[in-house]
């Protein structure tokens, strides 16, 4: 299984065998910047630069949590996720 994020603003997850794209998740509005699995590999985290950090459900494929910058001027460019899975950190840049 591997993930990409694009400068179209998609998270997509891919079959590492067959090359092919499974799933893609099209809810940031703006390129994505970094994407990482969770520890547990039951989610993935992706930080975009419209301003929003979002975790994906590799079970139900589907958007489950939404973070949301301090103000609209600011664009996430890093995530990491903790070795427990509890806590998500972004790096951003703006006001």
Wanted: glycine share 12%.
């Amino acid at each position: 299984l591997m993930c990409t994020g694009g400068q179209d603003g998609k998270v997509k997850l891919w079959n590492t065998l067959s090359g092919f794209c499974f799933v893609t998740f099209a809810d940031h509005s703006a390129p994505v910047a970094a994407v990482e699995f969770t520890p547990q590999a039951n989610a993935v985290v992706s930080a975009s630069l419209d301003g929003t950090v979002r975790a994906f459900d590799l079970l139900r494929y589907r958007n489950f949590r939404t973070f949301v910058g301090p103000d609209a001027a600011v664009q996430f460019g890093s995530v990491a996720v903790d070795p427990g899975g509890e806590i998500v950190a972004a790096g951003g840049r703006g006001s």
